[in-house]
């Protein structure tokens, strides 16, 4: 939603702006630098897509009257996400008009969870004492003092714009060690649990993945990349359709924010 609200914001001066410069040149350079500025923002924000959802907004601004020369140079903007080409190309349908409507067909794009997988909490967005004070200490133990400042601002006033300043600020490079070290002491807490028996088939195969991802860890972290890694594994009693999977964590570091990156071995 804020991401939305920025792009129409962002194309609304440059509208504005449209209809009183008729220097085309002048136009496209102030719009240029409208659309740097609102960039600047979303990254700054941490909001959805960062930068590249004002791009998008921009481009199909732009190119309003050439919808398939819009889609195309939008998939190019964030070609990143490749199955995003599957919406830009439905935008190329599109008449202008409200389509017909089925809540129902709606409903189906919502996942469904199991009452028994939830866990039943009073207020699940309220962060309580405990949670707050473990935050604390990871920042005092990796001395990140501002994030130590952030939190006791937040205990004070636990609004929503300090919680997206915070959100915001764990997705920093500067902030890196903090996410590491809680990385740390999850593993070091599960690391008392003993490893659960599947089967000698399927604990050979899960053997085998966690092999390929060690492999491939060091293969990173020989280059310097920081890897974690994830292994997802079925309930033993309760089957479900879960099944084995093994996922490295890539973490690089940006200028000014981190790069994630997920990799499935």
């Known amino acids: 939603m804020f991401t939305l609200a920025l792009c129409l914001i962002t194309i609304w001066i440059i509208d504005a702006v449209k209809d009183k410069i ?12 409208v659309v740097g500025i609102s960039c600047a923002v979303a990254m700054a924000l941490s909001l959805d897509y960062d930068y590249h959802a004002i791009i998008v907004a921009y481009i199909f601004y732009i190119f309003y009257d050439k919808p398939i020369l819009g889609a195309g140079l939008g998939y190019l903007s ?7 080409c599957l919406g830009f190309a439905m935008t190329v349908t599109y008449n202008g008009e409200r389509g ?14 199991p009452e028994k997988y939830i866990v039943p909490v009073d207020n699940p967005w309220e962060v309580t004492a405990e949670a707050l ?28 714009s300090n919680t997206r300043k915070i959100a915001g600020m764990l997705c920093r490079s500067s ?12 593993r070091e807490a599960a690391s008392v649990y003993p490893d659960r028996d599947f089967g000698r088939k399927q604990n050979e195969y899960l053997h085998e993945l966690m092999e390929k991802a060690e492999r491939r860890k060091e293969e990173l972290e020989a280059a310097n990349v920081q ?4 292994r997802e594994e079925p309930f033993i009693y309760d089957c479900d359709s879960i ?10 570091k940006g200028v000014w924010k981190q790069k994630i990156m997920v990799e499935k071995i």
Do not use: C
């Open 78 to 84: 964030i070609i990143k996400e490749l199955y995003s």
């Open 227 to 230: 890897t974690l890694i994830y």
């Open 22 to 33: 008729s220097n085309k040149v002048l136009w496209y350079s102030i719009s240029i630098v």
């Open 133 to 160: 004070a473990v935050m604390q200490e990871l920042a005092t133990e990796a001395g990140d003092e501002k994030l130590g400042k952030m939190l006791r601002r937040y205990e004070k006033k636990p609004d929503i």
């Open 100 to 113: 017909r409507q089925n809540k129902w067909i709606n409903y189906l794009f919502y996942p469904a969870v």
């Open 175 to 186: 902030h890196l060690p903090v996410i590491t070290l809680l990385g740390e002491k999850i």
């Open 243 to 252: 099944s084995f999977q093994v996922y490295l964590m890539i973490v690089r």
